[in-house]
């Protein structure tokens, strides 16, 4: 797995738990170092004894620590890049959940060594989709519902998701989109601003 897949982890564990809880979870884990480099690559087996360590360490259910994560991932001021990347998907939620079919070569536009599962937005009904979550990275959808939540916020949509199982191997998010401009969304410009 890529290192800043980890790395995001950590950084998540960290802010949200604190720095020992997080020494906690690297002991528990067993693999000799607490600090995961953002640019290295570690092995699934590796990531999957800190996930485990994580959930046991913390007592939370994985899928929820994973979905709080993807909110983090957006609304965290330290990870903002993150956010821009994302809202350059469209000027309104609906636009930005088309726009997620792209989102692995965007990504890898950013970090060309990344390789996020590929993602197939299906519209249902008017204001009603699927989004299906090729495999490839575990917990992947679970991150996403929280990514989902957070920008539906940050456009300032009320939206209704649900992880529908499982479709050919790949895991499904039912998303619903409730009411459009429910609240203020957060602000976004086009171009960063230097302080």
Excluded at 83 to 104: A, C, I, K, Q, T
Excluded at 143 to 170: C, E, K, N
């Amino acid at each position: 797995m890529h290192g800043l897949i980890n790395r995001a982890i950590q950084a998540f564990v960290t802010s949200t738990y604190g720095a020992d809880r997080w020494e906690e979870v690297m002991e528990e884990a067993g693999l000799g170092f607490t600090e995961f480099e953002a640019m290295l690559f570690y092995s699934e087996e590796q990531s999957s004894q800190m996930l485990t360590a994580m959930e046991k360490v913390l007592a939370r259910p994985l899928p929820e620590m994973l979905e709080d994560m993807g909110t983090f991932l957006v609304s965290n001021p330290q990870v903002e890049a993150l956010r821009r990347l994302l809202r350059f998907g469209g000027v309104n939620y609906v636009e930005f959940l088309h726009s997620l079919d792209d989102l692995p070569d965007r990504a890898r536009l950013a970090v060309s060594d990344l390789h996020l599962p590929g993602l197939e937005l299906l519209e249902q009904a008017p204001e009603q989709f699927e989004l299906v979550c090729q495999p490839g990275l575990p917990g992947y959808a679970y991150v996403l519902i929280g990514v989902l939540r957070a920008m539906a916020d940050d456009y300032g949509d009320l939206v209704f998701l649900d992880h529908s199982g499982t479709q050919d191997g790949a895991e499904v998010i039912s998303i619903t989109l409730v009411e459009t401009k429910f609240a203020a969304g957060r602000e976004f410009d086009l171009g960063a601003h230097s302080l």
